[in-house]
């Protein structure tokens, strides 16, 4: 998972990754992602911390698929 992807949680709300937060921040590229800061398409689910108007935190165990994948 990679920012820029489109997302689509367990409740149905779909988003796009602006930020990764690792479980081992020292070595990111072997390691898995704890959170995501998520900004919404519509609304956020209620069980995401909200940060700003449309942008929030949720765990990486909540997502249930990439929609579609960034460009790099």
Known sequence: MRRGDLIECNSGHQGI???IE????KNPEYSPPRNLQ???????PKYAFRIEA?????????????????NR
Do not use: N, Q
């Open 22 to 25: 690792y479980m081992y921040p």
């Open 54 to 70: 449309s942008t929030s935190t949720i765990s990486a165990f909540s997502v249930k698929r990439v929609i579609s994948r960034a």
């Open 38 to 44: 998520v900004l919404w398409s519509d609304s956020h």
């Open 17 to 19: 990754v602006v930020g």
